[in-house]
């Protein structure tokens, strides 16, 4: 049995507000059980350096964690003057997971920031953020073309991500906190809507695990963003009035 009762395929509850940053073009207040993410999408008319000229625009994503969004208090990384490594490395996955599935030269050149704020975390923050991002993102591309600054959404599909992992229960979908710190195995896996991958994270946390196990929490990650898609659907549905 899994520490929260659940199912080894079962996933949290999960809900997603929109409209709750009231500045932002885009945003998405995403709950997966405990954890809790406020993902905004910023519009700005300008590229990166390297892009100028070029026709193409950017997606780019930045993640930070509240100093009490754990157990116990984490100092603020600008007080530290620097961000840490995990932080560089989850906003950097964010920002690649979103940029596979947008048009950028359709784009034009405009750039698109999606800032992912862990409120509270209890496991897969990082899975929170790509799948609220998503929808931040998708409503600040709706009001560009509602605005016709853009002609048509350039979008190639949705993206989401879940965790899964290995652990006295065998392979299980979407890791609270209390199974990814106990975890055999951690995996996090970023899909699309129409079944592509777009990144796999997978690491051994005690030993190696096996081609089989790996395939079972494959399939139970599949089955996890199915739940997802629909969540995300549901909120861009609701938030344009459809």
């Not at 009762?5 to 405990?34: C, N």
């Not at 840490?84 to 750039?111: F, K, W």
Request: hydrophobic share 40%.
């Amino acid at each position: 049995m899994r520490p929260s009762g659940r199912q080894p395929d079962q996933m949290r509850p999960v809900t997603i507000e929109t409209g709750f940053a009231h500045h932002a073009e885009g945003s998405a207040l995403i709950r997966v059980g405990g954890t809790e993410v406020l993902c905004t999408a910023s519009v700005e008319n300008r590229v990166p350096a390297f892009l100028r000229g070029k026709g193409s625009g950017w997606v780019t994503a930045e993640y930070g964690m509240l100093p009490r969004a754990t157990h116990s208090r984490g100092p603020r990384e600008a007080a530290k003057g620097k961000q840490s490594g995990r932080t560089q490395e989850i906003q950097r996955l964010i920002g690649r997971s979103l940029r596979s599935v947008v048009d950028l030269p359709a784009l034009g050149e405009i750039s698109i920031t999606l800032d992912c704020d862990v409120l509270n975390a209890d496991g897969g923050t990082r899975c929170a953020s790509i799948t609220g991002a998503w929808v931040a993102l998708r409503l600040a591309l709706g009001k560009l073309v509602a605005a016709h600054v853009l002609r048509q959404l350039p979008l190639r599909g949705q993206v989401a991500a879940v965790s899964c992992g290995l652990t006295e229960a065998g392979p299980v979908l979407d890791l609270d906190y209390a199974e990814d710190s106990a975890a055999a195995a951690d995996t996090n896996f970023v899909l699309t809507a129409d079944r592509r991958i777009v990144e796999i994270q997978a690491t051994a946390e005690d030993a190696p695990f096996m081609e089989d196990s790996f395939t079972a929490m494959f399939g139970l990650a599949r089955q996890g963003v199915c739940v997802l898609f629909d969540a995300q659907t549901a909120a861009v549905n609701a938030a344009e009035g459809h």
